[in-house]
């Protein structure tokens, strides 16, 4: 019952936030680019102008109101609830779950292109999205996808640095290192010691930087993963696959199903607003002027933490870990058990519960519709499904969650895992591929709008208590 009031849960969510969107949003559907419209920089040329202005008005005439209260649980505990960072490219909404430029995901998946053999969007076209605030069109995303397959080239000694690694090296370990030896091309790097660029354009070379970076990290990411796990054998890339096709035809996997879930997870991971560590990071970093290269492998090393990117990683060892202790066809009493025995351990059941979130977090939910729809009798899936049903009551009744329901790695592990991409300890090197879009975008957008240094003010516990015997 309580799966079932879950599904019907999010069920009604949706049909409230399309008939949401169909009012409040009605213009984005007049947004759609005309196919004549092919460039991209030339869309954020024409866009970037309002936008500084926007920006500057809200500094001149709000630039004093108070948008909340500090209070010292979140000075203390991790700066959670606080606002203090501007990112345009998405919101994140603790009911609703992640909205792309004010898309839902249903939204995104309805509109945004896809392959001509598939149903789910095209990476490219959600890029489009993140940094025009607009809806591309099919002839837009086709020319974005061989603008991106030709600036993929990888300089060999980004591999040198890479093999310099040991084969036992985290994948994220070999990832980040490649990252770092990609930022030598750096054109915003040149620019800003030549000092040929006025910094009303600093966003034009960090534009040629994102899209470099955004187009080789999937060349880098399964170069990792054909060293690691498939004796070195490279896959070159075919100019004439999409982004997300492509990675899955670099890895080594190309069957349309696997192809269109590629797409899928591309798109639902790639931002989830500013304040997660893997975001965060790439925009303190950046807000320092560093490149883009710079900014991202920063980013990388967040996501590699158990806390955050690596938790995708560890949902799926846990499940099998239930397989191998108590079979695939284990019933729910003995999962409940199970679950009681992780949590009595002092673990937590990865892939529960979300910093934000308080409902089922929606990238969840599409990938169990793409569960439904391509695997619904694999073991695995419906061990998934059994766990949707069990964990919630049982984390509710011990009282200290507040968010009891399942995020997206509580999904991603399995249907990788049943296309054949079974080595879990790659799983955090999907994400930052994903991730790459979202952060890159921003960026763009921190150096369009002339973001500032990121410095926030911190304080120790002297100066907390003697704040609060003051104010007594």
Same mark, same amino acid.
């Given at each position: 019952?309580?799966?079932?009031?879950?599904?019907?849960?999010?069920?009604?969510?949706?049909?409230?936030?399309?008939?949401?969107?169909?009012?409040?949003?009605?213009?984005?559907?007049?947004?759609?680019?005309?196919?004549?419209?092919?460039?991209?920089?030339?869309?954020?040329?024409?866009?970037?102008?309002?936008?500084?202005?926007?920006?500057?008005?809200?500094?001149?005439?709000?630039?004093?109101?108070?948008?909340?209260?500090?209070?010292?649980?979140?000075?203390?505990?991790?700066?959670?609830?606080?606002?203090?960072?501007?990112?345009?490219?998405?919101?994140?909404?603790?009911?609703?779950?992640?909205?792309?430029?004010?898309?839902?995901?249903?939204?995104?998946?309805?509109?945004?292109?896809?392959?001509?053999?598939?149903?789910?969007?095209?990476? &490219?076209?959600?890029?489009?999205?993140?940094?025009?605030?607009?809806?591309?069109?099919?002839?837009?995303?086709?020319?974005?996808?061989?603008?991106?397959?030709h600036r993929a080239t990888v300089p060999d000694y980004v591999y040198k640095a890479i093999n310099a690694l040991p084969l036992s090296a985290h994948p994220m370990t070999q990832f980040a290192s490649g990252v770092?030896?990609?930022?030598?091309?750096? &054109?915003?790097?040149?620019?800003?010691?030549?000092?040929?660029?006025?910094?009303?354009?600093?966003?034009?070379?960090?534009?040629?930087?994102?899209?470099?970076?955004?187009?080789?990290?999937?060349?880098?990411?399964?170069?990792?993963?054909?060293?690691?796990?498939?004796?070195?054998?490279?896959?070159?890339?075919?100019?004439?696959?999409?982004?997300?096709?492509?990675?899955?035809?670099?890895?080594?996997?190309?069957?349309?199903?696997?192809?269109?879930?590629?797409?899928?997870?591309?798109?639902?991971?790639?931002?989830?607003?500013?304040?997660?560590?893997?975001?965060?990071?790439?925009?303190?970093?950046?807000?320092?002027?560093?490149?883009?290269?710079?900014?991202?492998?920063?980013?990388?090393?967040?996501?590699?933490?158990?806390?955050?990117?690596?938790?995708?990683?560890?949902?799926?060892?846990?499940?099998?870990?239930?397989?191998?202790?108590?079979?695939?066809?284990?019933?729910? &009493?003995?999962?409940?058990?199970?679950?009681?025995?992780?949590?009595?351990?002092?673990?937590?059941?990865?892939?529960?519960?979300?910093?934000?979130?308080?409902?089922?977090?929606?990238?969840?939910?599409?990938?169990? &519709?793409?569960?439904?729809?391509?695997?619904?009798?694999?073991?695995?899936?419906?061990?998934?499904?059994?766990?949707?049903?069990?964990?919630?009551?049982?984390?509710?009744?011990?009282?200290?969650?507040?968010?009891?329901?399942?995020?997206?790695?509580?999904?991603?592990?399995?249907?990788?895992?049943?296309?054949?991409?079974?080595?879990?300890?790659?799983?955090?090197?999907?994400?930052?591929?994903?991730?790459?879009?979202?952060?890159?975008?921003?960026?763009?957008?921190?150096?369009?709008?002339?973001?500032?240094?990121?410095?926030?003010?911190?304080?120790?516990?002297?100066?907390?208590?003697?704040?609060?015997?003051?104010?007594?």
């Amino acid at each position: 019952m309580v799966f079932l009031r879950g599904v019907l849960a999010i069920s009604r969510l949706r049909s409230r936030v399309v008939k949401q969107s169909s009012l409040s949003n009605s213009v984005r559907w007049l947004q759609t680019q005309g196919a004549s419209e092919l460039d991209l920089k030339s869309q954020l040329q024409e866009i970037i102008p309002e936008q500084q202005d926007r920006l500057k008005k809200l500094k001149s005439q709000h630039g004093t109101v108070p948008v909340g209260n500090i209070t010292v649980d979140m000075v203390l505990g991790g700066m959670r609830g606080m606002t203090g960072l501007l990112w345009e490219t998405s919101l994140l909404d603790a009911e609703e779950g992640i909205r792309f430029r004010g898309m839902s995901i249903p939204e995104c998946q309805k509109v945004l292109p896809a392959a001509q053999s598939g149903e789910e969007p095209l990476p &490219e076209g959600l890029l489009w999205l993140l940094l025009t605030g607009k809806v591309p069109s099919k002839e837009q995303v086709n020319a974005l996808s061989k603008e991106l397959a030709h600036r993929a080239t990888v300089p060999d000694y980004v591999y040198k640095a890479i093999n310099a690694l040991p084969l036992s090296a985290h994948p994220m370990t070999q990832f980040a290192s490649g990252v770092m030896a990609l930022q030598v091309e750096s &054109e915003f790097q040149k620019a800003y010691e030549e000092g040929v660029v006025h910094k009303s354009k600093y966003w034009e070379p960090t534009f040629e930087d994102a899209l470099n970076l955004i187009a080789r990290v999937p060349v880098v990411a399964s170069y990792v993963y054909r060293r690691m796990f498939k004796d070195g054998s490279i896959i070159p890339l075919d100019d004439s696959l999409d982004y997300g096709a492509n990675f899955s035809h670099m890895l080594g996997f190309d069957s349309p199903q696997m192809k269109e879930l590629m797409r899928l997870y591309i798109t639902i991971h790639s931002d989830h607003e500013g304040g997660n560590v893997s975001a965060h990071a790439g925009h303190l970093v950046g807000s320092a002027l560093s490149d883009p290269y710079l900014s991202f492998a920063a980013a990388l090393n967040g996501l590699a933490g158990p806390l955050h990117g690596l938790a995708n990683q560890e949902v799926l060892l846990w499940i099998k870990s239930v397989v191998a202790e108590c079979g695939e066809n284990i019933s729910k &009493e003995h999962l409940k058990d199970y679950v009681w025995k992780t949590l009595n351990s002092g673990k937590v059941v990865p892939g529960y519960g979300h910093g934000v979130l308080r409902k089922t977090d929606p990238r969840y939910v599409c990938q169990r &519709e793409f569960a439904l729809k391509h695997l619904p009798d694999d073991p695995l899936f419906q061990l998934v499904s059994k766990l949707y049903e069990v964990v919630p009551p049982i984390l509710t009744e011990l009282g200290k969650v507040k968010n009891p329901w399942p995020n997206v790695d509580a999904h991603s592990g399995v249907l990788l895992n049943y296309y054949g991409l079974t080595e879990a300890k790659y799983y955090t090197v999907l994400f930052g591929v994903s991730r790459s879009l979202g952060i890159c975008s921003q960026l763009i957008w921190d150096r369009a709008l002339g973001l500032p240094l990121e410095r926030p003010k911190s304080v120790n516990m002297d100066w907390l208590d003697k704040f609060m015997s003051l104010s007594r």
